[in-house]
């Protein structure tokens, strides 16, 4: 065969896109160094679209860990905006949509896609193995409901443009004590060696009755510096564990989270991380006055 013929026949072979591929690979994890840990400020939904700080620096950490030697086999992200009650369940489609869950923000916003594939037979294998803090039971399975919300997309967007890396969603049953949500979070620390990029996706402050437009980064109310500097100062000093106990500061926690659901998602990366890990924090500073976009690297 010369060349030209062997290059026509090449050509003829269908091909898979590498979101096909990865879809149809990604059957089980191999096993890895320790992948990190993330716990994302994610703000407003317009950091995903706008050049600020904020998008900058995500921009920056998914740089840096697509360098590392071990890249991650896949993404399983804890949203502040999937809440479910009596059970905890985990996307397994093998396309998840993008969820365009907010309102009154230009088109532009709604426009956006993030096509990463997700990776049914390894939600399986996920939903069995841990239990359920609850009953002991298995975690649901989503397989058409949900998909990645802006929580997830909107910051994993920024750090990995190219959405090839499979993603899942794991919820959180709002019905459940925050020491529930940090148990099941400890369960999940093994799977960081199997290839597994885990990102709490919230903020540290969330209190949108609150907001100040306008306000700078560095403008905020004094219960949300208080509350922010607590957090800092617990993970500062490995005493992971008192993040659950964040509601014994009383009218400070409780302004800095009038609902909690922004806050849990930390409880997920700080049980993922090891006390003994030296934290990272990047994107200080405060939205709006009354959110804190602090978010934390361990690994």
Not at 113 to 132: D, N, R, T
Not at 195 to 221: E, F, K, W
């Amino acid at each position: 065969m010369d060349r030209r013929t062997l290059l026509a026949a090449l050509a003829a072979l269908p091909t898979l896109s590498p979101l096909a591929d990865a879809a149809g690979l990604i059957q089980s994890l191999k096993p890895s160094a320790a992948i990190p840990v993330l716990f994302l400020g994610h703000g407003s939904p317009m950091n995903a679209i706008e050049d600020n700080p904020w998008r900058r620096a995500w921009q920056a950490m998914g740089t840096e860990i697509l360098a590392r030697a071990e890249r991650p086999q896949l993404i399983l992200c804890i949203s502040a905006h999937w809440l479910t009650r009596g059970d905890w369940q985990i996307t397994a489609m093998a396309k998840p949509k993008t969820i365009h869950d907010f309102g009154g923000f230009p088109q532009a916003l709604f426009d956006q896609e993030y096509p990463a594939p997700g990776a049914p037979a390894v939600a399986q294998h996920l939903a069995q193995e841990l239990k359920s803090p609850a009953n002991g039971g298995p975690l649901g399975l989503d397989r058409s409901e949900w998909g990645l919300d802006h929580g997830t997309w909107s910051v994993l967007k920024p750090m990995f443009p190219k959405a090839d890396i499979p993603v899942l969603q794991l919820s959180m049953d709002y019905s459940r004590p925050p020491a529930e949500h940090y148990a099941l979070a400890r369960q999940l620390r093994e799977w960081r060696q199997r290839g597994v990029l885990i990102v709490g996706s919230g903020n540290v402050v969330h209190n949108l009755r609150r907001t100040q437009r306008g306000a700078a980064p560095n403008d905020a109310y004094d219960w949300a510096k208080e509350f922010d500097h607590w957090v800092q100062e617990q993970i500062k000093q490995g005493q992971l564990d008192a993040l659950q106990n964040f509601q014994t500061l009383g009218a400070v926690a409780s302004q800095s989270h009038p609902s909690y659901e922004h806050y849990l998602p930390l409880l997920y990366a700080a049980g993922a991380a090891r006390s003994s890990e030296m934290p990272r924090f990047f994107n200080l500073g405060f939205q709006s006055g009354s959110i804190s976009m602090r978010s934390v690297l361990w690994g």
